[in-house]
């Protein structure tokens, strides 16, 4: 490690961590950021680079990374992925089309090294919507019963980014999470 | 010892005294102040500042101020941090004898409480995408506010920011002031004072 990723590391703030938000294009990921966090969420458009916050939760700040997911810009994801303590995956439960596309996009994060410690949080978003998949249904299409999941922390919630529905049942379950790996090793 | 007493009076008074009870100077910690006494004066060297400059001059036109950031950004960021480091890296192999960066790494790791002050939050700075970006776009606003190009003066105007502790303090200082404090010659300590007085508000 180098010396300046060494001071980072020493003198961070205590209850600090990082999120890094991924999925597929027009999933949510921006708006469900902006809502979790009370802006305004409706002049989003799509999301060509990233966007950060970091915002105050029960006791921790969460340093959150907001990547843009459409296929031509995915292959930038894995500049994001150092030092990540957890990554948010956002599913459009009302894109049946893609649902493989997201399950491949996502198989091919969880056999990143860089993201192997990562918990794994994945919002069933857009639940507002008729013929959204449940929860069940999506596990079921991302296979999370299996082998690749075994080791990993991870939940899945259903919540919807404009009505901000299930937000803050996915974040809770993150930060404890994360807190429970690293802040009561100390 | 002038480097490790000034690492003393860095640190607040309550660190003296919870160390009051073993008052012996180890040769870790002075192998570890030797370190941070020369990294103070890495960080205000000229050849320190000019390399910041150029990379911010170089880079800063494709920043804009709008809250998405450009994934490019994230590139340049990493080059400039670890210029930095290479830089800083470089100059404390050349200073301190026997310095390694893995035995200074645990050093400071042992000391969590002790790495206050203006090194290392000027350091810490440097590993800040917001300020980075925040520093780039400042360069870009200078920039144009010089849009005529008066030789020299940029630079100038952002190692001061850079000295006075990194995180962009005085940037919205006038142009036309910083023109008028304008040449290299500014940069020796007495004038700087007077520079920094004339900016101020």
């Given at each position: 490690?180098?010396?300046l990723?060494?001071?980072?590391k020493v003198k961070?703030?205590?209850k600090?961590?990082r999120l890094?938000i991924l999925?597929?294009d027009?999933a949510g990921k921006t708006?469900?950021l902006?809502?979790?966090?009370?802006?305004?969420?409706?002049?989003i458009s799509?999301?060509?680079?990233?966007?950060?916050?970091?915002?105050?939760h029960r006791g921790?700040?969460?340093?959150?990374?907001d990547?843009?997911g459409?296929?031509?810009?995915r292959s930038?994801w894995?500049n994001?992925?150092?030092a990540t303590?957890?990554?948010i995956?956002v599913?459009d439960s009302?894109d049946r089309v893609?649902?493989?596309?997201c399950k491949?996009?996502?198989d091919n994060l969880m056999?990143?090294?860089?993201l192997?410690g990562?918990?794994?949080?994945?919002f069933?978003?857009?639940?507002?919507?008729?013929?959204?998949m449940s929860?069940?249904?999506?596990g079921?299409?991302l296979?999370?019963?299996g082998?690749?999941f075994?080791t990993?922390?991870w939940s899945?919630?259903a919540?919807?980014a404009v009505?901000?529905g299930?937000?803050?049942?996915?974040?809770d379950?993150?930060?404890?999470?994360i807190?429970?790996?690293?802040f009561?090793?100390? | 010892m002038?480097?490790v007493d000034f690492g003393?009076l860095?640190?607040?008074?309550?660190?003296i005294l919870?160390?009051g009870g073993?008052?012996?100077?180890?040769?870790?910690d002075q192998?570890?102040?030797e370190?941070?006494?020369?990294?103070e004066n890495?960080?205000?060297?000229?050849e320190?500042?000019?390399?910041?400059?150029?990379f911010?001059?170089?880079?800063?036109?494709v920043f804009?101020?709008?809250?998405?950031?450009?994934l490019?950004?994230t590139d340049?960021?990493s080059?400039?941090t670890?210029l930095?480091?290479?830089?800083?890296?470089?100059r404390?192999?050349?200073?301190i004898d026997d310095f390694?960066?893995d035995k200074f790494?645990?050093?400071?790791?042992?000391?969590?409480d002790?790495i206050?002050?203006?090194?290392?939050?000027m350091?810490?700075?440097?590993t800040?995408?917001?300020?980075?970006k925040?520093?780039?776009?400042?360069?870009?606003?200078?920039g144009e506010g010089?849009s005529g190009?008066?030789?020299?003066?940029?630079?100038?105007?952002?190692?001061?920011n850079f000295?006075?502790?990194?995180t962009?303090?005085?940037?919205?200082?006038s142009?036309m002031?910083?023109?008028?404090a304008?040449?290299k010659?500014?940069?020796s300590?007495?004038?700087?004072?007077?520079?920094?007085?004339?900016?101020?508000?």
């Open positions: 490690m180098g010396l990723s060494i001071i980072r961070a703030k205590e600090e961590c890094l999925g597929l027009n708006t469900i902006k809502k979790f966090n009370g802006e305004d969420i409706n002049t799509p999301t060509l680079g990233f966007n950060i916050k970091t915002l105050s921790y700040l969460l340093n959150c990374w990547v843009g459409q296929q031509t810009i930038y894995r994001y992925f150092e303590d957890g990554l995956w599913v009302a893609r649902i493989e596309d491949r996009e996502l056999s990143q090294e860089k192997a990562a918990s794994l949080m994945i069933a978003n857009k639940q507002d919507l008729a013929g959204a929860t069940d249904e999506i079921e299409a296979g999370l019963n082998e690749k075994k990993r922390h899945i919630v919540c919807s009505e901000g299930g937000l803050l049942e996915g974040m379950w993150m930060t404890d999470d807190s429970s790996r690293i009561m090793l100390s | 002038d480097k003393c860095e640190d607040s008074g309550e660190e919870i160390d073993d008052s012996n100077v180890s040769e870790e192998y570890f102040d370190i941070v006494g020369a990294l890495i960080l205000m060297l000229e320190f500042n000019d390399l910041q400059n150029d911010c001059e170089q880079h800063c036109e804009e101020d709008t809250e998405e950031s450009k490019v950004y340049l960021f080059q400039y670890e930095i480091e290479g830089y800083i890296i470089g404390l192999t050349l200073e390694s960066m790494g645990a050093l400071l790791a042992d000391r969590q002790e206050t002050g203006d090194v290392f939050d350091l810490m700075s440097f800040d995408f917001e300020e980075f925040s520093l780039m776009l400042s360069h870009k606003n200078q010089f190009g008066i030789d020299g003066c940029l630079g100038i105007v952002s190692k001061e000295a006075v502790g990194g962009g303090a005085g940037i919205e200082a142009p002031k910083m023109a008028a304008g040449r010659d500014v940069l300590p007495a004038s700087r004072e007077a520079k920094d007085a004339g900016l101020s508000p």
